[in-house]
């Protein structure tokens, strides 16, 4: 397996333009979590599936932000519309069922809104 | 917040020397993971330690748990430049994960 995918691995965009992030988990993993990382606030849980039903979405920040899992092998994460201060490297990561069991996370979205 | 806290958040060695790092967390746990990242890069996990273990060792890792006080530490010996990178904690509450701060980690050659 390649690992967790993710794209764009960069991202630039205006202020107030839609975002639309990408993630394709390891195949067979029941859990997908979006987490993202900055300096002031470290890695923040967004938000985590568990075959393809969202869990617990407590960590999104705004009515801005919303993610969704059509089916087991893509997620995506939307910012719409997008504000400066949410410029930061998004992490998408995957997990098998077990109670102990890694996760494995893909290489980020760094997004800079401007 | 259920984010776990690391000590120091700096560190700076130079090769050879051991490494430790420290977690602190809130709530109950499943297990407790460390994991590491390198600059520009996703986390790797590292070791995995389960609530009823004290201490386990994967190479040069040792890591320790203390459930009663809410506290590991991660342990890397000989260190390496190619250690350098930030080592973050994770608690594992049964399905999701919550990272600690991290410690950023400098070998120096």
């Known amino acids: 397996d390649a690992g967790v995918i993710q794209s764009p691995r960069h991202e630039v965009t205006e202020m107030g333009q839609e975002v639309t992030l990408r993630c394709k988990p390891i195949s067979g993993h029941d859990y997908l979590f979006w987490y993202r990382q900055t300096m002031m606030r470290g890695l923040e849980l967004l938000i985590y599936?568990?075959?393809?039903?969202?869990?617990?979405d407590s960590g999104m920040p705004e009515d801005r932000f919303s993610a969704k899992m059509p089916n087991a092998s893509f997620s995506t994460l939307k910012i719409q519309p997008s504000e400066p201060r949410d410029s930061a490297v998004y992490f998408c990561a995957s997990r098998d069922q077990g109670a102990y069991t890694e996760a494995f996370f893909g290489q980020g979205t760094r997004l800079t809104v401007v | 917040s259920q984010q776990g806290e690391e000590d120091p958040q700096a560190l700076s060695i130079q090769e050879g020397e051991n490494a430790t790092m420290n977690c602190s967390y809130k709530?109950?746990?499943?297990?407790l993971q460390w994991y590491r990242q390198n600059s520009g890069r996703g986390l790797v996990h590292l070791i995995l330690i389960r609530s009823n273990e004290r201490e386990k060792h994967s190479g040069r890792l040792r890591v320790t748990l203390d459930t009663s006080k809410k506290s590991s530490s991660l342990l890397i010996t000989a260190s390496r430049a190619a250690d350098t990178a930030s080592y973050f904690c994770?608690?594992?509450?049964?399905?999701?994960?919550?990272f600690g701060t991290g410690t950023s980690l400098t070998v120096i050659p």
């Open positions: 709530t109950s746990i499943n297990n």
């Open positions: 599936f568990n075959n393809n039903v969202p869990i617990d």
């Open positions: 994770a608690t594992d509450g049964g399905n999701q994960f919550y």
